[in-house]
């Protein structure tokens, strides 16, 4: 009876001790996370070098190849190659409830819902006003401007601020993103966005 009492508390005291061992920490893994390999879209258009060669073609292309008169045809492919195939265009809407949403678009979503009202209604985008910054491979771009339906319309029945982030890979730069809102009468673009400050 004694030794099956030893025997019961050694199981027990062993019991005890695997469990306040602390659990096993998991191996920490050295350096950067691994970086996946883009897929690359084999039919997504080249583009001109001219159009992508520096911050100030791409925008120039950017704000160029959407444009037209009413019943003219849009090169969209141009518009297309200035994008990573896996960009999104990103509109901020006010809600009736007072809220906001961000509505993620990929670049051919965007040209499939904006072809007919930019090829039948005339649209043409000005820039007005850039703020730009850079940091390595990344720039962002606070781009102002104002919309019309024909380029000498007195003037714009809409304008907004478009957030641009640009990538440069050491050949060409790409858009990676474009996020933006318009303006309205409770929300009016600030001064500051209305001009290109000098370098």
Do not use: C
Request: charged share 25%.
């Amino acid at each position: 009876m004694q030794r099956s009492a030893i025997l019961v508390l050694a199981v027990a005291t062993a019991g005890w001790a695997l469990a306040v061992q602390p659990a096993k920490q998991p191996e920490v893994p050295t350096g950067h996370p691994q970086i996946p390999v883009p897929r690359v879209e084999e039919d997504w258009p080249r583009a001109a070098p001219d159009d992508v060669a520096s911050i100030d073609a791409i925008l120039k292309a950017f704000y160029e190849a959407p444009a037209g008169l009413p019943g003219q045809a849009r090169d969209w492919d141009r518009f297309r190659s200035l994008f990573v195939p896996s960009a999104r265009m990103i509109p901020a809407r006010p809600g009736a409830d007072g809220t906001s949403g961000a509505y993620f678009l990929t670049i051919s979503d965007y040209v499939d819902a904006n072809r007919t009202y930019f090829e039948k209604g005339g649209f043409s985008d000005r820039e007005v006003g850039r703020r730009t910054e850079e940091f390595g491979n990344i720039v962002h771009v606070w781009s102002t401007y104002e919309s019309r339906r024909k380029l000498d319309d007195p003037a714009p029945y809409i304008r907004g601020v478009n957030s641009v982030q640009l990538l440069k890979d050491g050949n060409r730069y790409w858009i990676v993103n474009v996020f933006w809102d318009y303006e309205r009468p409770d929300t009016p673009i600030p001064d500051k966005y209305l001009h290109t400050p000098r370098e």
